[in-house]
């Protein structure tokens, strides 16, 4: 936390530490008490500033006699307790846990905490190793950009301190090369995890990602997010734009649609009926389809599906909208999954580690959906996914199916459509955009930037 680094050694209070903490008054409110003619007007100090100067003084003040340099405590509210029962198994004694949530009070309510939200302490123990510990200071984030930090004082009592960042909303334009892989690349760009799933999925449905796109393939994200003035990125909106290779896809969202989807620059829509693969990551396609000598029996025969290389816990996703027709356990093929999507196919899947969330029979998928993740279960030599394709009961080629895209837009959709698309467009042009953006501080309803 800010305010506080145990890594640093401290020194005991002199004479020259109040001279310290007094200077640090009078560069917090100089500006207000003295204004010299014809002086240059100095701005205000941030609240960033004046947290970074309260813990440097904090760290010359030193420990209380008898008691360590404080440590970093990061504490986490388990299911059924309370802020100060949390407060409590840092070390510290009943009574001053409670008087550090009684002064956390005074600006939060602590009966909003959930199970999970955690905070941070700086706790000094006794040198001796007798007796309680005691709270030096505490940080915890109430909303996306707001925390409160309790501090104690050189007489010992115990300071409240409200920080509120300011928060600026930014459409972001990330453009770059594929080197290693397209989600790596992203991210190192600044793209966030969930920006980087919505990517591959979309490019999923138009490209094999394994084995169409390589290094300097150019691509572009253009999404929403909210950022601290300290950089950290605490919401992130959808993806709104995405290119790769050439081929574009824009976010828009038809009257009277459920869900945005995403059209190519004429309005088309470019949602495929089934994705090139269930992989978005795979080492490499270790068996194609077709006849084969069996790795384990050694005999000669027909393979009816394609092997993908994968590690174990590698996700598995729909490549269709469907209903699940079997998850279970079935020979060779270990844990297996089968998917009835339209048109006739069936997708089926062998040797999983395990399925994914509400995954049985008689449950509804949609394109994209983790449904299993890889495994070697079953009649296997090591982790990787068999993959099938079925129609009207066949076995087919799964790198043979060519499905149609959608419709296109018309009327006032397509209009709505070009207004879009320009918008996007000119954001584009100018390498993003940045205006500020409205601030919340509810703990409860805290968003994260990132799953």
Do not use: C
């Not at 099938?388 to 066949?394: A, C, F, L, N, T």
């Not at 087919?396 to 070009?418: H, K, M, V």
């Amino acid at each position: 936390m800010a305010q506080f680094d145990p890594r640093r050694q401290p020194m005991r209070i002199a004479p020259h530490m109040l001279t310290a903490v007094a200077a640090i008054s009078v560069a917090l409110f100089a500006g207000r008490a003295y204004q010299p003619a014809q002086a240059e007007e100095v701005p205000p100090l941030t609240a960033s500033q004046i947290a970074a100067l309260e813990a440097e003084a904090f760290a010359a003040a030193g420990s209380p006699a008898g008691l360590t340099a404080p440590e970093a405590v990061p504490v986490q509210i388990r299911r059924g307790e309370t802020f100060e029962q949390a407060v409590r198994r840092t070390g510290v004694a009943a009574e001053e846990a409670s008087a550090v949530a009684a002064t956390i009070a005074n600006a939060f309510d602590l009966t909003e905490l959930r199970a999970g939200l955690k905070f941070e302490t700086a706790i000094a123990k006794p040198r001796d190793g007798r007796g309680d510990a005691r709270l030096i200071g505490l940080t915890m984030r109430t909303g996306p950009a707001s925390q409160l930090t309790v501090s104690r004082s050189f007489d010992g009592a115990l300071r409240l301190r409200s920080l509120e960042e300011k928060v600026t909303h930014e459409t972001v334009v990330l453009k770059g090369d594929v080197e290693r892989s397209l989600s790596a690349s992203a991210r190192e760009l600044g793209a966030t995890a969930s920006i980087v799933r919505a990517a591959s999925r979309l490019f999923a449905t138009k490209f094999d990602l394994q084995r169409d796109i390589r290094a300097s393939d150019e691509f572009t994200l253009v999404f929403d997010r909210d950022v601290t003035e300290a950089g950290r990125t605490v919401d992130v909106g959808d993806l709104m734009y995405a290119e790769l290779k050439g081929r574009t896809f824009y976010r828009f969202q038809p009257a009277g649609a459920k869900e945005a989807q995403f059209f190519d620059e004429n309005g088309k829509n470019l949602r495929s009926a089934m994705m090139r693969t269930p992989l978005q990551s795979f080492r490499r396609v270790s068996s194609n389809f077709g006849v084969r000598t069996h790795p384990i029996s050694g005999y000669r025969k027909m393979h009816q599906g394609i092997d993908f290389a994968a590690g174990t816990g590698t996700p598995v996703v729909a490549p269709a909208d469907g209903v699940v027709v079997e998850a279970r356990r079935w020979g060779g093929y270990g844990n297996w999954l089968r998917i009835r999507h339209a048109n006739g196919l069936e997708s089926g899947y062998g040797h999983l580690s395990r399925y994914g969330s509400g995954i049985r029979a008689g449950q509804r998928v949609s394109q994209g959906q983790v449904v299993a993740y890889v495994g070697s279960t079953g009649a296997s030599t090591g982790p990787h996914l068999h993959y099938e394709i079925w129609r009207r009961g066949q076995r087919i080629n799964p790198a043979g199916i060519r499905t149609q895209e959608g419709t296109e837009l018309t009327g006032a959709d397509l209009a709505a459509f070009r207004a879009e698309k320009s918008r996007i467009d000119r954001i584009i042009a100018s390498g993003g955009q940045r205006r500020p953006a409205l601030q919340q501080a509810s703990a409860a309803g805290l968003r994260s930037a990132d799953a």
